[in-house]
């Protein structure tokens, strides 16, 4: 992940102030502010979310930003007026909403199923808790507590005194009235937030399911409607169940995770079967070229499996995290940081005429509605926060990544470090930089769901050296990428060696309990052999395929590998063995798998492609497997669409 | 089609007053002609159209009806009221569109894109050219050539002086003008048709597919954009070159529905894959539950398929018409024609959760987008127009229903009546009611694409009895439905019994030349095996997958007859044969198609979706085709969503 947070703070933060003011919403802010005469810029109520957005992806990425660096300046500087834009902009009574100041549409909340004034005010708390807790900085925060203060003066229930008894059209307000509950303490920002939750499903706005006003939240069975508006409002009900501890939210929780994860999740982690309404489909409705799969709602999973995750400690949701982090989110930024996949589909046809817009199945500098790019800004700046947890009895990694984590023992803080090549290679070293010594406490690490073998060793020492965690280059820095195996230093006690049954626990943690000193390593090592993957039998659309995985990635294989070669007549040869290359000069660096295939013989159809089957004495086949053998080469699916335009598949049909 | 025909006109025309005036249509005519005040309702600026789709339908229907039956003065009443609410609408210029007369939108072609006004006008000039034909009177038709004259000296290529070089963002005009020219003899309505045409696909809508703006059409490789859009823009292109005889125009006709046909056509005959737009997909992307096929493209895939029979006298053209007719379009009607389907998907899942709207799975009784119903009126009482041609040598039978056809024999008028109980019956007796003795013609038979066998016997007979067409009862009465087979009444000469490869021609007719007497029958047996159909391998969506057809018959499992069963876990036992029963009482009479199934056994799933295949020893099987067996009724799609709501399936797993 270094690589590519390095990527979005060099290329993709940075270029945030150019696009926002090529795309217009800046204009639109000195608009608003008076600043500046003219029309507003761009077709939707929501340009100011792109700048929150930043904001708040900038925010967190100052944070990691040491303040005095020459980039940390420049990005402080950036930040800094952008902010100043946004306060100016600001009406003396809180509200702001450039698109409603400038006189477009219908009033202030006359809309508030399009208007979008609440979605834009909850990116602009989000991004001023993320500029606080970044910066420690009240600036932004103030301004967003004035309007956060207006909604509460405004928005309520009948009987409340509150004037307008509404929710928005696109939920979002929701989590970031948590967050900036938390943040605060004041708790009427928790209740507004609640308000809002379960004022959705009652018809306010028309009893859409595109706006999850077709059904209360805590009644629904399944996940349905536009897929990012039905992520952010569950992420906001697992914050509420977390805050408040209600087992029916809770329960809400926990059911339309599991219908989302069971029925309309793609092996990706995209969700989104439909591009109209750019909604979930039917259950197993899971189109490979027509999936949706925006950006945006693989960034929503992730933020609400994080909130579960917390919520149960239930290792499936970062299970869910990981594949989607890897697969179905990544995939939306180019590799260079400067295009982006608004949709991600799993297949693109020979031939694919691409019609360009925002739904193109090529990378986009930037879109009409542009969503999506600042949305995977701010993810890719605060990614850590999803990669470990304590509970207060020790540390749980969650996802695997180089790194120092700290967490807490009884009130003392422990702190591990992390050193890996993943998911490249399997091996996770992990040591312990920080530890009480009088107590015991639990290293919990998360047994990935698509791992069917591992094993962990222990290796408990005194550091030799006396480097601490910022030694450079001495044996037993956690950060050094030569951890030697326990075969080769001896190997202290029980259990040198586990599998999976027995160690695993059944919520999918492997619990290390045990008092440790500095120093002591434990190196858990996955099996990384490339897998056939299938599905449910009731994914009509990938009926007779498999999809190629090794570790947490899904593989694609793309036209750019196989030139000369359409993809569409192509079939896997499942009975020969996959086979594993890294190529450090491809797509910059990765694990290619390689496979045999077969070239269908192309069928001379005539001019009705449904051929009678009849004939074939009772027996129907799905087209010959007989055909001219080639060798197939898969790339992750995050690297897609990196090179020259083509196809791309990730099912692969077997006959 | 008789009892289709009977419904349209006993209760679809009948309704449409009531509905276009529930709708608003009439109100905002009513408006424009200043004889009320208020608002305009409805929410599209093609209003208009769909009052004029149903005057055409209207129209054809009053040349069925005699003038003096109840129902033909009902009728008739009708439709001069509603011509002279249009003609009271018309400004004093010619101009007609009560969209823009109520001020709405941008001004008199200032939105070609969106605006609708040349769409609306190409409808109001088709049904004037359906009332002039049918009743003779010219009433509409004034009215429609005062339009047709506004936009000839409005719109024309830079340099002809006219002030606006401009296209409609839905063709409609082009096809409706060649119409126009043939009713009128004015060759400008020709020539702006062929103005209209060809400037499509240079960017002066913006370059979008959508609108036909990508790609001129002479150079365009394959459909695309909006399926109505792209057909309707088609269909223009066949009468052109039918016209005209430009050869660049037959070809881009021939190589666009070849392109259609064989990668963008469902099995149904629908076309359209994607909601998003109403537009074709890529090639072989045909995804059955998601199929958008609309109503309205199978109507307008059968104009283009029916100028495309006329210029290249092929029967290609007429077996998809057939298959269009029989299945993707006579599904979009309910039973008793009072309610609607606006997409004709292949599969809807069990537990649909149906949100209602334009895009229902359900059938409803009108759309906010009203465009399919009056259409499927206007073809319904039309449809005898695409049964039969003449070439001046004899007469073509395209299509096989009962009734009478009129044609033409090197001046020498030719008349033969059809009897059949098609599609339930394969035998299709044809008799020779007029025809000159003194020379050779030819009675022309489709053998039908999806037919592998038959036999054609001939009978040539002096009338027994002197009963011409109109006896009743007589044995030798056309009309009659126990015709003997020839092995009964003695046979005349060659050929007797003749198959197929010995006497069809390359380009699908069975030509039958000789000197005919009245009197003379053909006995046409099409065998009616029911036989499980694949489709190409490129079909991702339904590989693995067969679907049952009888005839010309498209069938589907639908729940109302598995009742306790789910569909999705169904799959076809294709060892075992097919059976075949019809049910006089079943959804107004069908013949229903029997088969063997297995229930698959329901897979405890857990969260994830896609388990690891790698541990089958290699070999990958797409489920276990072990299950409980259960028997399986097919009924003809056309006949689906009738009774109560449930799943339905066109194509059936085969493991």
Known sequence: ??????????????????????????????????????????????????????????????????????????????????????????QPDGYLNTWFQAGKGAGRYRDLRWGHELYCAGHLIQAAVAHHRATGRERLLDVARRFADHLDAHFGAPGSGKPIDGIDGHPQI???????????????????AGYFVDRHGHGLLGGEAYCQDRVPVRE????????????YLLAAVADLATETGEAQLHAAGER????????????????????????????????????????????????????????????????????????????????????????????VRDGHTDIGGDQSARRTRWFRC???????????????????????????????ATGTFRGDASGAPVVVSVSTDYPWDGRIAVTVEETPTDREWTLALRVPQWCTSFSVQRRSTE??????????????????RDVEPCDVEPCDVEPCDVDVEATADRDGWLRLARSWKPGDRVVFELDMEPRLTGADPRVDAVRGCVAIERGPLVYCVEGADHPGSGLDDLVLDT????????????????????????RRPSTAAGWWPYPSRSGDGGRVTDGATAGVPFDLVAVPYYAWANREDGAMRVWLPTS
Chains 1, 2 share one sequence.
Request: hydrophobic fraction near 35%; include cysteine.
């Open 256 to 347: 339309l995770w599991s219908a989302m994860t069971a029925t309309k999740t793609y092996l990706t982690g995209g969700v989104g079967a439909h591009h109209h309404g750019e909604e979930f489909g039917g259950p197993y409705e899971l189109p490979a070229e027509r999936a949706y799969c925006e950006t945006c709602a693989a960034i929503a999973s992730i933020q609400f499996s994080w909130r579960m995750a917390l919520l149960t400690g239930d290792a499936r949701y970062s299970d869910l995290i990981e594949r989607t982090l890897f697969n179905g989110f990544l995939a939306g930024v180019s590799l260079d940081g400067q295009s982006w996949l608004y949709v991600n589909p799993l297949q």
């Open 463 to 480: 550091r030799r050296t006396g480097g601490g965690p910022d030694g450079v280059g001495d044996p037993g820095d956690p950060e050094s």
């Open 174 to 192: 929701e989590t970031a009235l948590v967050e900036l509950y938390r943040e605060t303490g004041e708790r009427r920002y928790l209740e507004l």
């Open 220 to 231: 629904a069975r399944t996940v349905e409607g536009h897929a990012v508006r039905q992520l």
């Open 575 to 598: 009975t020969r063995p996959l086979a594993v290359k890294h190529r450090p000069d491809l797509l910059g660096g990765v694990t290619t798998v390689l496979g045999s295939g077969l």
């Open 370 to 400: 542009a969503c999506c790019p600042p949305n995977v800004m701010r993810l890719m700046a605060s990614l850590e926060h999803y990669f470990a947890s304590t509970d207060g009895r020790g540390i749980q990694l969650h996802q695997f």
């Open 1 to 90: 992940w270094a690589a590519r947070q390095e990527v979005n703070a060099r290329v993709g933060i940075p270029q945030g102030p150019f696009l926002l003011e090529s795309a217009g919403n800046l204009h639109d802010l000195r608009l608003a502010a008076g600043e500046e005469r003219g029309e507003f810029r761009g077709d939707y109520p929501f340009m100011d979310s792109d700048v929150y957005k930043w904001l708040e992806a900038a925010s967190w990425q100052l944070g990691r930003l040491h303040p005095d660096s020459p980039e940390g300046r420049r990005l402080a500087d950036d930040v800094e007026r952008i902010i100043g834009l946004v306060a100016a902009a600001q």
